[in-house]
T-cell receptor, first 113, second 110 residues
Framework: EPEVTQTPSHQVTQMGQEVILRCVPISNHLYFYWYRQILGQKVEFLVSFYNNEISEKSEIFDDQFSVERPDGSNFTLKIRSTKLEDSAMYFC???????????FGPGTRLTVT | EDKVVQSPLSLVVHEGDTVTLNCSYEVTNFRSLLWYKQEKKAPTFLFMLTSSGIEKKSGRLSSILDKKELSSILNITATQTGDSAIYLCAVPSGNTPLVFGKGTRLSVIA
């Protein structure tokens, strides 16, 4: 069964460094999402992406964040200058169309020191 | 602001028990409600509910939506230790990003 994949599974970085989190959504899916989950808290929406552009973003998704679909398969989340409070599990999700459920990747645990 | 509230926040049961998890929601433009199971990492999809009163079933798990009460329940019968997880309820908001509840942490002990 096709699944969403994410790399790396764990990333440790120093405050102020840039990180790129990578996702490969399910191949026939058209809508892509990034969520994050700070330890012990709710899963929170960051950004959605459709037709090669951002369709919606939350207040969390400020100028430090950007997303890109550089080719037909990868979907990336870049954090330009990481802060301690960016430490969280970052989940990528995708879905085929508006009426279908979202499928989540295994997540990248980002630790900012 | 769209909101999802789950109860209880945690639950400990013995193998073989039946459990009922609750989810209530407030959303401007309701389209669907989703249940996910989160073990160590990613939420894995369980059910999507769109119509009131129609039960969805998968093995020992079942779920039903009550649009009048703005709520849903997830039932697990004959629980097993492998059912131990956090169960998440979510509703699409805006252009379909999901708003999640805090989850119910279920622990099934042998």
């Amino acid at each position: 069964e096709p699944e969403v994949t994410q790399t790396p599974s764990h990333q440790v970085t120093q405050m102020g460094q840039e990180v790129i989190l990578r996702c490969v959504p399910i191949s026939n899916h058209l809508y892509f999402y990034w969520y994050r989950q700070i330890l012990g808290q709710k899963v929170e929406f960051l950004v959605s992406f459709y037709n090669n552009e951002i369709s919606e973003k939350s207040e969390i998704f400020d100028d430090q964040f950007s997303v890109e679909r550089p080719d037909g398969s990868n979907f990336t989340l870049k954090i330009r200058s990481t802060k301690l409070e960016d430490s969280a599990m970052y989940f990528c999700a995708s879905r085929r169309s508006e009426i279908y459920e979202q499928y989540f990747g295994p997540g990248t645990r980002l630790t900012v020191t | 602001e769209d909101k999802v509230v789950q109860s209880p926040l945690s639950l400990v049961v013995h193998e073989g028990d039946t459990v009922t998890l609750n989810c209530s929601y407030e959303v401007t433009n309701f389209r669907s409600l989703l249940w996910y199971k989160q073990e160590k990492k990613a939420p894995t999809f369980l059910f999507m509910l769109t119509s009131s009163g129609i039960e969805k079933k998968s093995g020992r798990l079942s779920s039903i939506l009550d649009k009048k009460e703005l709520s849903s329940i997830l039932n697990i019968t004959a629980t097993q230790t492998g059912d131990s997880a956090i169960y998440l309820c979510a509703v699409p908001s805006g252009n379909t990003p999901l708003v999640f509840g805090k989850g119910t942490r279920l622990s099934v002990i042998a």
